[in-house]
């Protein structure tokens, strides 16, 4: 079975933003603008994404 996945792409930066949406983004293992990170499109990882949806981009 083949997973499927996402590409999360960090937008913008972290500064003045709330505490747990600083750790969100940490979880979903963005670390720097402009990263992107590969990951497996759980119901987990789309609630953390719809969390922080105004400092990520999304790609299916």
Not at 30 to 48: F, I, S, Y
Request: hydrophobic share 40%; net charge positive.
């Amino acid at each position: 079975m083949v997973e499927k996945k996402v590409k999360v792409t960090l937008v913008k930066g972290l500064i003045g933003t709330r505490q747990d949406h600083r750790a969100t983004v940490r979880g979903l293992g963005l670390k720097r603008r402009n990263q992107t990170v590969e990951l497996v499109d759980t119901p987990a990882v789309r609630g953390m994404i719809g969390k922080v949806a105004y400092l990520v981009k999304c790609e299916d």
